[in-house]
Structure formats: structure tokens, C-alpha cells
């Protein structure tokens, strides 16, 4: 790692002396950032501007900045009258249980197969790693018909939140990445406690989860985020648009109601995202669960 | 094998890196030494994830290969079909259609949304100050829900002058351009969307693998007389091309699976100029008028996972060479 106020040793400091590449350099990241602000900020901020005005301005005039003033009751209505605030709670209620059915699924089992380490705890892993390599897709129509007609119990869980958190909690991404983390703790603290006369629960709860809080961070922050940014699943579970959240309602919203007000809700869709991000920085930033998130 | 290098590798020379489970001796396997030996409190930690996985990961896909190969409806009993479901897929006028555009999908995400990125990084890389504010910007959109990202970008897409982006060309003399609503120009518009949602997951994994390049380097090369572009040819990619070979891999992956950018932005449409893999798999089995085909939806999944997984495999080889230091 470069230290902070030196770049990554591209450029020679030597380099850098010399006004031309000095220049050069800072006039390309300005363009660069000029290009970020209006690309990465852009269209969030214009977001933020239509869903306070008027929804006649927004059509005729999308890029002016409120030629008649702002319509601040294009939130209160999306929140009250197309229910937002409903959908907004269902969207908090399903993060939150995936998030709780995440951690509890990768660090009970991360413990078992790093620390508790069971004569067939490889098989188990290549079971997992496995999944790995299995493209999403296949999933998607066997999960469905299992919803739909649990075997075994014979039950539906269409419009259950039960048919979102169990799914989602099967993620090897999670186990593999909690595994890892367990595997280079200090083994000679475990060997100490279990002479002490602790127990495996005893370990777990007061020994190995205390020391995991970074990892617990990062895997909390990305089960909520990907259970917030969820739509084709959610939307083929939850048919009573009572019980959907706001992602899956917003095309409906958008058939509904007026743009000014759509474009609140939209708005008001992706507020807690942008917060957690801000405030989260470090856990999305530092890179360690960005594999998954490659595309296009 | 003889018994000692069996031995030797139940019982590892580190004894740190043991389980715990190990660390006694081990007596003659009976089911109560098994309890006090740990392996029924091993098991009970073990059973959330072997039920999740067991019920939601790894018997849907046996299932799936079980029902490329049935008819299924939800009302009666499966029926055997062999391979009719396959062969359906294959004579379906739109398969080579969605295989077409989804090609053409990755291709396009390809040229836009490989360089983009990798330029980026590199002068982010030499930013001394504030470099945390451009990966901020940069990695933004990646946080925005997708369905609010793409039915933004549908608002700014309006084909009529009075859309955000025609409003914008005006001013420098350029379109109206009719965006989503053509044939042409739906899927590379499609693709910019993609690339702007995406982008900047590529950008931070790039700038981790930049700022690990050891600086020495670029120090021996300043010293043989090397300039700034042979120093990024000839150091910064070489080193980074691990890095480089997993984020293309990945991205072809994830872009063979495209499916909500065509499913809310076009439906398919125009004319199916926009119909990939994954929505004619969810037309299949969840459209209007043709839904509730899961065998040929599951055959179509089945074909797509075994490409990839074929695809990946023959990359890995491929590239195996290259891609070790």
C-alpha cells in the first residue's frame, strides 16, 4: 500500500518534479474528476431536484432548475397516498431478516468448518465451492416450484418473507468469506479457552464472534444492500403488493400515479443506499466483497 | 499409500493449525465418543447451513437437471420427456435471436465497460489528494437499487426532445435520438446503462490491484530510462493481469445472465431487438402468454449454465500460462 499523499509510484517523485507531468497528470484527473461528479453524482442529483418539482416542469422542462418553485408535497404524497411508506417498511423488515438469516448460516457454519473442523467438513466445502461455479440462472425456475409447493411440509410459501431470507442465506460467498477470516484467527486462544473448560458455544459466543466483528461489517453491509437491491426474485414471491418492497412496486408506482410523485418515490428508494454506502465507505471501498459484483 | 503417509496426514506436523476436534486422541469410533469427541456439537453448528443449502442451493440444482428432462406443470405429476424440451428450445425462432443480442449485449459491455474503467483507475492511482472522494463518485451508482437505476435512465431516454438526454444533445446541436425505441440503438443504449451501474465495482478492484503494485518497480524501469506509457505497458499491466483476466471472465459471466436491463427498460422489444438469454428463460416460465414452460425454461438455464461453465473452463486454461507470475 502506497502511503497516503504519494500516488502508486507511477509516477516517480523525480517525475513529478517536472512541470509537464505534473500538469499533465492533474489536468486528466481534473477532467476525470469533472467526468465522476457528472456521470457518478449527475443523474442521482437530478433525481433529487425532479422529485421536489412540479411534475409539469419535469416533462417540459427536465433540465431546467425549478422555473416555478419546488413541489415538496411530491414526497409527502408518494409517501402517503401510493403507500411508499408501506412498501419502505417491507423493504426494512426484508433486509433486516436476511441480513439476521445470513449471519446467523455463515458464522455458525463458518465456525463449524474452521474451528469445530468435522471429519467431512472438505466435502461440505467443495460442496460449497461448487456452488460457486454454478451460474445463478439455474436456480431461478427449481427455487420458484419449491416456493410455490414445499416438499416434504406441502406448503406455499408465496408471499411469505420466509421464501426470500432462506434463499438468500444460502449464500457460499458469505460461508467461504466468514471461513477464511476464522481460519486465520489465533488458533492458540481457542487451544487456551478449551483448556479453561469452554465449551464449542462457549467458544463461538464469547471468543470467536467478539474477534470477527470486521468481517461481520463487511458481510452485513453486503447481505443488506443486495436484499435491498433485489428485484426478479422478490417480484416472482411476493405477488400481494401489500407485502412487496419498494424496488418491486416501483413499476406499478410509476403506471399509477403522476412522474413528479414517481420520481419522489424513486427517490426515496434509493435514500438508505446512498446513506449506508456514505457511511459504510470502508467496508464497499476496501474490496473484499466486490466479487461478486462484477458486471457490464 | 502406506499407513504412515495416511497417518501423517490426519495428524499434521502444525499443531496450531489443527481442528479442535483433532486435538484429543482419537479413540475407537463410537457413537457417544463421537459426542464427547465434539463431532455432535460440530453437526449442530454445521445444520443451518446444511438445511439453507440443502433445501435452497443444492437441491434446485439437481432439480434442474432433473426438470430440463420433464414436463412439468404444477398440477399433475412430472413426465418424462427426454430430450423434447431441448429440442424445443433449439427450434424456437427466437432462440438464436436472445443468443444473438445477449452476444452482442457482452460484446458491447465488453468495449465499454473494459477500458472505461481500467483508465480510470490508472489516473486515480497517481491522485495524491482526496483519492477516497473519486472512488466515492466513482462506486455511487453501483449502490443505486438497479430497478430505480434503469427506470431513471428509461426517463432520460425519452425519445421525444423534451427527454434529459435529447434536452442535453440539443444544446450541442445533436439529435433528438430515439433512444430505446429503435431497433439500432435500443441494446447499445441498454449497455450504457449497464455500464454506468457497474462501472465502478471494476474501477475499486482495479485501484486496489494498481496501489499493490510494489513501487520498486516502477523505480528499476525509471531508472533504465523507461517513460510514463512503457512504464504503464510494460510494469502496470503486467503486473495487474491477474486482476485483469478475473474481472473479464466475470463480467462475460455476469452479462450472459443479463436480464433486468431488457426485462424493465424494453421488454425485449423493439421487434425482439433486445430479447436476451435470461428473459426468453423467464418468458418461459413466468410470461403472459407462453409462461409456465419450466421444462424448456429449465433446458434453456441448463444449456446457458454449461456453456458458461465450459466457457470458464476452457478461459482458465487458457490463460493459465499467462496469467501465473
Known amino acids: ?296 | 499409500m502406506t499407513l504412515t503417509t495416511v497417518d501423517q496426514a490426519r495428524e499434521p506436523a502444525l499443531p496450531s493449525k489443527r481442528g479442535l476436534s483433532r486435538s484429543y486422541a482419537r479413540p475407537r469410533r463410537t457413537p457417544l465418543n463421537w459426542v464427547r469427541g465434539g463431532g455432535l456439537a460440530a453437526f449442530l453448528f454445521l445444520l443451518p447451513l446444511l438445511f439453507v443449502f440443502g433445501a435452497f442451493s443444492w437441491y434446485p440444482i439437481v432439480r434442474t437437471a432433473i426438470m430440463a428432462f420433464q414436463h412439468t406443470n404444477l398440477v399433475e405429476a412430472p413426465t418424462w420427456v427426454g430430450f423434447q424440451n431441448f429440442a424445443a428450445v433449439w427450434h424456437d425462432p427466437l432462440f438464436p435471436v436472445a443468443v444473438r443480442n445477449t452476444a452482442y449485449f457482452a460484446f458491447l459491455a465488453l468495449i465499454f465497460g473494459y477500458p472505461i474503467p481500467l483508465v480510470a483507475a490508472v489516473l486515480m492511482s497517481e491522485v495524491r489528494k482526496r483519492r477516497g472522494l473519486y472512488s466515492v463518485l466513482a462506486f455511487l451508482p453501483v449502490v443505486i437499487p438497479p430497478v430505480v437505476g434503469v427506470l431513471l435512465w428509461k426517463t432520460f431516454y425519452d425519445a421525444s426532445s423534451l427527454g434529459v438526454f435529447n434536452t442535453i444533445l440539443h444544446w450541442v446541436g445533436l439529435g433528438p435520438y430515439p433512444w430505446l425505441q429503435s431497433q439500432q440503438w435500443a441494446m447499445p443504449s441498454l449497455v450504457l446503462y449497464s455500464t454506468w451501474a457497474n462501472a465502478g465495482a471494476t474501477i475499486i478492484i482495479y485501484l486496489a490491484a494498481l496501489i499493490g503494485v510494489n513501487p520498486e518497480l516502477y523505480e528499476a524501469a525509471s531508472v533504465d530510462g523507461a517513460g510514463l506509457l512503457r512504464k504503464v505497458w510494460h510494469i502496470t499491466l503486467p503486473q495487474i493481469r491477474g486482476v485483469l483476466l478475473v474481472t473479464l471472465i466475470l463480467q462475460i459471466i455476469g452479462t450472459a445472465q443479463v436480464f433486468l436491463e431488457p426485462y424493465l427498460f424494453t421488454d425485449g422489444g423493439p421487434v425482439h431487438s433486445t430479447l436476451t438469454v435470461m428473459l426468453l428463460i423467464y418468458n418461459y416460465a413466468f410470461g403472459n402468454s407462453l409462461g409456465g414452460n419450466y421444462g424448456m425454461a429449465t433446458a434453456l438455464s441448463l444449456m446457458l449454465a454449461g456453456f458458461l461453465v465450459v466457457f470458464s473452463l476452457v478461459y482458465l486454461r487458457a490463460t493459465r500460462s499467462w496469467s501465473t507470475r
Open chain 1, 1 to 296: 500500500m502506497s502511503k497516503p499523499g504519494t500516488g502508486s509510484g507511477l509516477i516517480s517523485e523525480l517525475d513529478w518534479e517536472k512541470p509537464r507531468i505534473r500538469w499533465g497528470t492533474r489536468t486528466l484527473q481534473a477532467l476525470l474528476l469533472v467526468g465522476l461528479v457528472v456521470i457518478g453524482l449527475g443523474p442521482i442529483l437530478w433525481l433529487a431536484k425532479s422529485a421536489i418539482t412540479p411534475t409539469l416542469d419535469t416533462i417540459t422542462h427536465p433540465m431546467a432548475l425549478f422555473p416555478h418553485g419546488a413541489a415538496w408535497s411530491n414526497l409527502s404524497q408518494a409517501w402517503n397516498d401510493v403507500h411508499v411508506g408501506r412498501y419502505f417498511w417491507n423493504t426494512v423488515v426484508i433486509a433486516f431478516g436476511s441480513w439476521a438469516a445470513q449471519i446467523i448460516v455463515a458464522t455458525t457454519g463458518g465456525f463449524a468448518l474452521s474451528v469445530l473442523r468435522p471429519r467431512y467438513a472438505p466435502i461440505i466445502k467443495g460442496l460449497l465451492l461448487a456452488t460457486l461455479f454454478v451460474p445463478v440462472i439455474v436456480l431461478l425456475v427449481p427455487l420458484y416450484i419449491e416456493v410455490v409447493h414445499l416438499p416434504i411440509v406441502h406448503k406455499s410459501l408465496i408471499d411469505s418473507y420466509w421464501a426470500l431470507w432462506l434463499p438468500y442465506s444460502a449464500s457460499a460467498f458469505n460461508v467461504i468469506l466468514v471461513t477464511r477470516f476464522f481460519d486465520n484467527l489465533p488458533r492458540e486462544i481457542f487451544e487456551a479457552a478449551e483448556i479453561d473448560g469452554a465449551g464449542p458455544l462457549q467458544l463461538f459466543w464469547r471468543i470467536v464472534l467478539p474477534m470477527s466483528k470486521p468481517i461481520l461489517g463487511v458481510v452485513s453491509v453486503f447481505a443488506i444492500l443486495a436484499s435491498w437491491k433485489d428485484f426478479l426474485w422478490p417480484s416472482l414471491v411476493l405477488s400481494n403488493p401489500n407485502r412487496q418492497p419498494l424496488g418491486v412496486r416501483l413499476p406499478a408506482i410509476q403506471l399509477q400515479t403522476s412522474v413528479g410523485v414517481f420520481l419522489a418515490a424513486m427517490f426515496i428508494a434509493c435514500l438508505v443506499p446512498i446513506a449506508g454506502f456514505l457511511i459504510f465507505q470502508r467496508s464497499f471501498l476496501g474490496g473484499t466483497g466486490l466479487g461478486g459484483a462484477i458486471k457490464g
